[in-house]
């Protein structure tokens, strides 16, 4: 006995004859570099390991290896059995249950590795911190107390995970934890400048130009005391971005708009109004749950149905109930 939890996580894993790992269903940089990094380890040892994903990885993570070990089609599950199942920075206990209950054969040992606050500490072997600034810092971690070597591939997979989650070192999450864990992987042969530039830096021509109407909308939101824009469902369909280019939009905002909270709506397809709110000092998850919605303190948002964008004469934007369809 005496055996960490990262230690029974490895020794699961040992045993594991069909390993399957699972990223969380919003795909981003941390669930995509922390599964990959595992099935980087998983693979040394003669694995037949599978990944599944929600959707097809994005062109901008294209610097991370074994992509070819990744499938997004949920029929698939169904022709395969799995006896150990990792999932990775994935709160939503019921997406895992979901993806579980669609494969063949006997029900797998369930391994849960996350840092979100939101995780209930399902499955059979969970390692949640709320203090980690990643998933990948974790799944560092996890190398660093069971002895395995941390490769270039592995060192480049665990920093995207850093720097997507840290907004590279600039937003809150990052801490003293998150530059060590950088550091040691950046000393290892993380591709370091290059996952930055990728993932964070490469913005496309439309989706800058969907930025810039955006900067022009800002104002002052009175309600939530909060610097706010929008994006309609008419800019979507004009600039041909996608919610990901968006989410990139928050990030900036936040970064660079002087004033702590800040506010994006964006017209949804379902005929809402997705409203994020972000702040550094304050507690947004109150305006969330006011609204029905749900998150963190610094990052919070809800979903108002039926409802569209509409310009009013003073610079603001406001929800505008809209006729069921
Ligand atoms: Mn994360």
């Known amino acids: 006995m005496g055996y960490s939890v990262l230690e029974q996580m490895h020794e699961k894993l040992i045993a594991a004859e069909r390993p399957l790992l699972v990223a969380d269903e919003r795909l981003d940089g941390d669930s995509l570099g922390s599964a990959l990094a595992v099935a980087d380890y998983l693979v040394q040892l003669g694995k037949p390991v599978k990944i599944f994903l929600s959707e097809p990885i994005p062109e901008k993570y294209r ?6 070990l990744c499938f997004f089609e949920a029929e698939e599950l169904e022709k395969i059995s799995a006896d150990v199942v990792v999932s990775f920075d994935c709160s939503d206990v ?25 995780n209930p500490k399902f499955g059979h072997l969970y390692f949640v911190d709320i203090k980690a600034p990643a998933t990948c810092e974790i799944v560092h971690r996890f190398f ?17 995970g850093l720097i997507f989650d840290t907004t ?5 999450a990052t801490s003293a934890v998150a530059l060590i864990s950088a550091s040691e992987l950046l000393l290892a042969g993380a591709r370091g400048g290059e996952a930055i530039r990728l993932l964070l830096k490469n913005r496309s021509i439309p989706a800058l130009r969907l930025w810039g109407i955006a900067l022009e909308r800002l104002w002052f939101h009175e309600e939530y005391q909060a610097i706010a824009t929008c994006i309609t469902l008419n800019d979507f369909e004009t600039f041909e971005v996608n919610e990901e280019d968006v989410d990139g939009l928050s990030n900036f905002l936040q970064s660079v708009v002087d004033h702590d909270t800040i506010c994006v709506m964006r017209e949804n397809k379902g005929g809402g109004v997705k409203v994020s709110l972000r702040t550094h000092n304050g507690d947004v998850a109150a305006i969330a749950r006011a609204n ?19 310009p009013s004469d003073n610079g603001a934007w406001k929800l505008e109930p809209q006729a069921i369809l």
Do not use: M, W
């Open 63 to 68: 610097l991370l290896p074994h992509q070819d």
């Open 94 to 118: 019921e997406y895992v249950e979901k993806v579980i209950g669609r494969l063949s054969g006997i029900k797998p040992i369930v391994l849960n590795i996350d840092h979100h606050i939101t």
């Open 144 to 160: 660093k107390e069971n002895k395995i070597e941390i490769n270039h591939e592995v060192a480049t997979c665990l920093f995207c």
């Open 168 to 172: 590279a070192f600039s937003n809150d």
């Open 292 to 310: 029905g919605g749900g998150g963190h303190t610094k990052a919070a948002g809800f979903t108002v149905p039926n409802t569209r964008l509409i």
